[in-house]
């Protein structure tokens, strides 16, 4: 479990990341950054559904989760990008990504 500086921590270097690469306040950035450490740490424990802007500007509902219970066994080794939020789609039974800049809503 992370501690509240390694959380804190995390949450200044995502919001720094949003404003420094798709032009967002301060506010907004913080904002947004909460958001994605919310949903990451739901969707670690069960199926969740949230909400995201799509690359061509269309708003996407996704029900995901990250849970190892429910998520297929990974062959090989990942890539990484820290710019991206990685989920198991439980809908389509496949791993899908979107742009972290770009989540809207977790229900």
């Known amino acids: ?49 949230f909400y995201f802007q799509k690359v061509d500007g269309s708003l996407r509902e996704a029900y995901g989760t990250l849970k190892s219970e429910l998520v297929p066994e990974t062959k090989g080794e990942k890539k990484t990008n820290d710019t991206c939020q990685v989920y198991y789609d439980t809908e389509k039974s496949e791993w899908r990504c979107f742009k972290k800049a770009n989540l809207i809503k977790v229900a």
Not at 9 to 16: D, H, N, P, T, V
Not at 37 to 44: D, M, S, V, W, Y
């Open 1 to 49: 479990m992370a501690t509240f500086k390694q959380t804190m921590k995390e949450i200044m270097s995502l919001a720094w990341q949003f404003v420094r690469r798709n032009g967002f306040t301060m506010s907004e950035a913080l904002k947004c950054a909460w958001a994605n450490i919310r949903l990451r740490a739901q969707l670690q424990k069960r199926i969740c559904k």
